[in-house]
């Protein structure tokens, strides 16, 4: 009996190791949600892993990571948004502009939320306060529409004295009409007149350009929204077959060829967001992590399209660049 009980005992200890493995927490998820389309973001992406990674996380060995695209049809954010809800994720990282973290913020006042925008989230409704959000969603904002009256400052400084701007914006963005009043109070502040022309597509975006032309206008100022990012190739094209100065809000218009870019960098604001995600996933809470805002902008010039446009950049604009591309 007692060798039986023995035998019985051993197989019993033989079981402990997969009963311990089904005891052990499943891998958590996060939530990836952003307003455009993955190609144009690769290197976005890239940060956000990195992020994690910065706090010990590293995509398909401790953590997933389930991705949700609009495509640039921002009315899929709330869908994608609960689906994502559906899944039970352990945070949500909202990306681009405010829609995505509405919808989030819609979607569920439980799973917690990080936001990566260019808007302003107090004034979108985001958050109450950027030192102490609460409830269940933080992140930070890289500020791109506050940066429009000295965007036109530094287009109209580099540039031929332009009379007429033209401005590109996308009426589907989550804050166009804040981009629309900026722009206006933009240009009446440098005594300029500013002609909107809008896009939603990239069919939209060559008539757009063509209002440009037959209004003649001497300059462009291209308004926040990662749509127009996906869709750089043809805008700086375009700007460059019409000969139409540009200014951009971000680098990455200016690296594909672009004249100007004023702003923060998106890669570094993607890269933080994961940070955040990691940082609650390892048990922070949202409210305790305040919203934080990028504080270094770059102004970056390429000479290359400078010369192609035959503007001369005046010394003083070429010394306040931090980057010239030749």
């Known amino acids: 009996m007692r060798r039986r009980n023995f035998i019985v005992l051993l197989g019993g200890a033989a079981t402990w190791p997969l009963a311990a493995r089904a005891q052990e927490p499943a891998m958590p998820v996060v939530g ?17 892993r990195q992020g994690l990674n910065q706090t010990g996380y590293v995509e398909g060995r401790n953590v997933a990571v389930e991705y949700r695209w609009a495509e640039g049809q921002y009315e899929r954010l ?28 819609a979607a569920t ?7 990566v925008t260019g808007g302003d989230p107090v004034s979108g409704g985001i958050v109450a306060s950027l030192n102490r959000p609460t409830g269940n969603i ?14 036109l400052e530094l287009l109209r400084g580099s540039t031929r004295n332009p009379v007429l701007i033209g401005a590109l914006v996308n009426p589907s963005h989550s804050d166009h009409d804040v981009q629309l009043r900026e722009l206006r109070e933009g240009g009446a502040a440098l ?26 206008a001497d300059a462009l100022i291209v308004a926040n929204d990662p749509f127009f990012i996906s869709c750089r190739d043809q805008i700086v094209a375009l700007a460059a077959r019409y000969r139409i100065p540009a ?17 923060a960098s998106l890669i570094d604001a993607a890269r933080q967001g994961g940070v955040y995600a990691g940082k609650i996933l390892h048990g922070a809470k ?8 990028s504080v270094k902008f770059e102004f970056v010039i390429n000479l290359k399209t400078t010369k192609a446009l035959g503007l001369e950049i005046p010394p003083m604009m070429l010394a306040l660049a931090d980057e010239v591309i030749e």
């Open 286 to 293: 949202p409210a305790d992590l305040p919203v934080m805002q």
């Open 138 to 151: 933080t992140g930070l904002t890289w500020v791109a529409t506050a940066l429009v009256p000295k965007q």
């Open 191 to 216: 005594g300029k007149n500013i002609y909107i022309v809008q896009a939603a597509t990239a069919p939209d975006i060559d008539t757009a350009f063509v209002s440009l032309v037959q209004k003649g």
């Open 32 to 48: 990836f949600l952003h307003s455009a389309s993955p190609g144009p973001f690769a290197r976005a992406v890239d940060a956000f």
């Open 247 to 263: 200014m951009y809000f971000t680098r990455e218009f200016t690296e594909a060829g672009g004249l100007m870019s004023y702003g």
């Open 78 to 105: 709330p869908g994608l948004a609960a689906d994502l809800v559906r899944l039970q994720v352990s945070v949500i990282v909202a990306i681009a502009t405010n829609g995505p973290a509405r919808a989030a913020k």
């Open 109 to 115: 006042t439980s799973i917690p939320i990080v936001f």
